[in-house]
């Protein structure tokens, strides 16, 4: 590794905490409860994941009482989607937790996320290696990816990369489909007797791999701790200057859990979130009146500043919008070469604008100019819109001017309006973990380690009770199956993770309901400042705002 920081350095030495059950090692005695079933589809669910389906809920419980090495084994890992805070840590974790059940135990990274595994790129993850990247952000250790792993051919490529370096086990640390795709694979290798176990870490900073087993994904504290900083300094440079309307756009691909954290933590003027938009099935005229309408009432009091937060999902939650965008994709799939042959903007619009519905034409026709284009240009390798591509904060920011022009226009507001653009999002997905996110990281490692020293596969590594101080969390496996249900995908029927959405009827979002008209007029925001890492356990051990409200009695 080339230079490293100050803080780096010191952070280096930081000794990530485990549950009790693991602080003695990764041999554990293990507690198994019921059978269990699947979220939804359970059926369904049971055919397709015969080998797997129904395994216990397992706990551990310290200590097997195995003084014996277990044999040695190697054992593959694999970095799957979007960075999160504190990948490294679960391979730290998984590298110490392996070596406590026997040292000539041996962990190998495939490079790049699961690419690596099918085209058999790897190294050899040594003790100096690892020791370079504790502690750190990132996922550069052995890089990541986003290749689905869900074709059979894969898994057999797979398969023969991992026997040629005698892989026993496979950890896969991804999001909701990533996890999918390590339940499908662990299926294929029981099925089929070829003696691999996988098992899954749930990561992803959007915070939607949650449900009644995992409390959390990791790396959402310590991104959302991050944005929240950035949106506290500039919420006291608004509250300094008082001439800027703050629209800030924040990470999240689909949920608004991020936004939902972020304001808890910093009480934003505005908030919006997605789930509640859709829920109430509001149109895009909706959401930009509700937000002219805090703006108009904070100049009436002389405030012609405020921060808005916008979720990065927000605009395919829009009924209208989203019913605009998939006339869009079929539209511009069916008239390509037409299409192609349009050189400049104005003419490539006004086509669209010639050939949708008359109700997606209204909608398209109240978009600005720069969103019409992006709709109609940024395309993935599928055609479909690339919706985190979309200026969502601009889009809204034009929107408004023009509504608050009118109702200037109807005497009906009389202040200024200037807004800056944000877009949160890189800023936190690799930044160091915080040490909620550190001791997280490191414990889930160190637990998929001993479900594979208990030989256990199709599970995913868990750990609870994380509000309460780690001499109080419980480490164990929940069985991948138990998180499924049946969604339609492309046009199929398939089994899936289920993603966690915002609850409108759970704790953050109603504690934020209560809290928002509040934070729209009176200016209270919240400055949390950056990360601490050293000092009161105060200011170093927070818990995510919205894991606390989630976990209240
Ligand atoms: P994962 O779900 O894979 O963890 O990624 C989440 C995320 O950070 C989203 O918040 C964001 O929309 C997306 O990744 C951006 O990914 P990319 O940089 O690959 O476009």
């Known amino acids: 590794m080339s230079k490293i920081s100050p803080l780096q350095k010191a952070r280096a030495a930081y000794a990530p905490k485990l549950p009790p059950a693991l602080v003695n090692g990764a041999k554990v005695k293990v507690a198994e409860g019921a059978p269990t079933t699947a979220v939804a589809d359970a059926e369904k669910i049971q055919k397709l994941f015969s080998a797997t389906f129904g395994s216990p809920v397992l706990t551990f419980e310290a200590g097997s009482g195995d003084s014996q090495a277990y044999p040695a084994m190697n054992v593959g890992v694999i970095l799957s989607g979007g960075q999160a805070p504190g ?42 290696l690892i020791a370079d990247y504790r502690n750190t952000g990132g996922f550069d250790m052995i890089g990541s990816g986003r290749t689905k792993l869900e074709k059979e ?14 892989i026993q086990a496979l950890v896969i640390i991804g999001g909701d489909d990533s996890n999918t795709n390590a339940c499908l694979l662990a299926e294929y290798f029981k099925k089929n007797h070829l003696p691999i176990n996988v098992i899954g870490c749930p990561k992803t900073i959007d915070g939607d791999l949650k449900n009644d087993q995992i409390e959390t994904s990791f790396g959402f504290d310590t991104a959302c701790r991050v944005y929240s900083e950035l949106i506290g300094n ?6 300094s200057a008082k001439k800027y309307w703050h ?13 939902l954290e972020c304001a808890l933590q910093t009480q934003p003027n505005i908030a919006i979130i997605s789930e509640e938009v859709a829920a109430k099935k509001m149109t895009l005229g909706a959401i930009v009146d509700q937000m002219a309408a805090v703006i108009a009432k904070r100049a009436a009091n002389g405030d012609n500043f405020g921060v808005a937060l916008i979720p990065e999902g927000l605009i395919e939650f829009v009924p209208e919008v989203k019913a605009l965008i998939a006339e869009l994709n079929d539209l511009l ?30 909608v398209f026709n109240t978009l600005p100019r720069g969103i019409q284009l992006q709709l109609c240009l940024d395309r993935d390798p599928h055609g479909n819109v690339q919706v985190s591509l979309i200026e969502t904060e601009k889009m809204l920011a034009e929107m408004v001017r023009t509504r608050l022009q009118e109702l200037a226009a109807a005497g009906k507001y009389n202040g200024k309006f200037s807004p800056q653009v944000h877009f949160f999002g890189y800023e936190g997905r690799c930044a160091a973990p915080s040490n909620y996110d550190a001791d997280y990281c490191y414990s889930l490692g160190y637990t998929a380690a001993a479900l594979i020293g208990a030989g256990k596969t199709g599970y995913m590594s868990s750990v609870r009770n994380t509000t309460r101080p780690a001499s109080e969390w419980v480490a164990g496996g ?59 356990s105060e200011v170093c051990d927070l818990v995510t705002k919205t894991l606390l409200l989630e976990q209240s009695k």
């Open 153 to 166: 051919e894969q898994f057999k490529q797979g398969f023969a990369n991992c026997q040629a370096l005698g």
């Open 87 to 128: 990948g490294h840590n679960v391979i730290a974790g998984l590298f110490d937790g392996l070596k406590s059940l026997n040292p000539a135990n041996k962990l190998y990274g495939f490079l790049n996320g699961p690419d690596g595994l099918v085209k058999n790129k790897y190294m050899e993850l040594t003790s100096e």
């Open 333 to 362: 799939a069916r008239e390509a070469e037409a299409f192609g042959k349009l050189n400049d903007a104005d003419s490539k619009i006004a086509f669209v604008q010639g050939k949708l519905n008359a109700a997606e034409a209204a």
């Open 234 to 239: 500039i919420g006291r440079d608004a509250n």
């Open 478 to 536: 929940i069985p991948i199956t138990m998180m499924m249900n049946i969604e339609r995908r492309h046009g199929e029927d398939k089994p899936v993770i289920r993603k966690a959405l915002v609850e409108l009827d759970g704790k953050p979002f109603q504690f934020f309901a209560a809290n928002r008209d509040a934070w729209a007029v009176e200016t209270g925001y919240v400055y949390p400042g950056p990360i601490q890492y050293f000092g009161p």
């Open 247 to 259: 629209f800030i756009k924040l990470m999240g691909r689909s949920a608004s859990h991020i936004a």
